[in-house]
């Protein structure tokens, strides 16, 4: 149930950055497609929420959360959180068109999986099928407006997204090294100094401590 959620939530976002591509070219068929695009993303991010609430209601000792390893592979289509307005449409075309491919190749495994749960597998299959078609259009769109350099933005944008994934891996294996020294810190170095403190309190008297009678004399002096 956590998962089909996630995939809604990253459906829904990639269609509002397909949405903002649709705005910003300046090609009257690309933004048509873009349209079209945008309108499916959104459909299938409510096809997964409302299997989500229906899973929910059926099996509720389901909706437990889960870890998720989405700082590797982010939910179902992996848009990485792509900046529309300086790419041009050769690299967005680019960009999607593998974005698509990956969707599709991890929705395949999912609807495989699904043999027992009908319903949801029938969730899959339905938008897989916009999957196929987004993955056609834009390697289309993209041979039609770059016929001769079209390779060269699908690699640039492999490599891009193998950047992408580096520096999600770097960071979770920062937090993981970071969450490490804490802990070595407050379980190793951290002990010596408690037991220190609490020689020290051991040392000091109870109660008040007499003072000199000449600290007792006029308050009119400052000192």
Not at 59 to 80: E, I, N, V
Not at 100 to 110: G, H, I, L, P, Q
Request: charged content about 25%; proline content about 5%; glycine content about 4%.
């Amino acid at each position: 149930m956590q998962k089909l959620l996630r995939f809604g939530e990253t459906e829904t976002d990639g269609g509002r950055d397909i949405l903002r591509a649709a705005e910003v070219t300046s090609d009257p068929l690309l933004r048509r497609l873009y349209l079209e695009h945008a309108l499916d993303e959104f459909r299938h991010g409510v096809l997964f929420r409302q299997r989500a609430g229906t899973v929910l209601r059926e099996f509720p000792c389901c909706s437990k959360p889960a870890w998720h390893a989405d700082w590797l592979a982010p939910g179902g289509h992996g848009l990485d959180d792509f900046q529309v307005d300086p790419e041009s449409d050769v690299a967005t075309l680019a960009f999607l068109h593998l974005s698509e491919k990956a969707a599709a190749s991890r929705f395949t495994v999912y609807r495989d999986l699904m043999r027992h749960d009908l319903p949801t597998r029938a969730v899959f299959e339905e938008i897989l099928r916009d999957e196929r078609f987004h993955m056609s259009y834009t390697q289309a769109q993209l041979v039609r407006i770059s016929p001769e350099r079209h390779h060269r933005h699908l690699w640039r944008a492999r490599l891009s997204r193998l950047w992408k994934g580096y520096l999600r891996l770097a960071t979770a294996l920062a937090g993981a090294i970071s969450v490490l020294i804490l802990t070595i810190q407050y379980f190793v170095f951290l002990p010596p100094f408690a037991w220190l403190a609490k020689r020290a309190a051991r040392r000091d008297l109870p109660g008040w401590t007499p003072i000199s009678p000449e600290r007792n004399r006029s308050l009119k002096r400052q000192y």
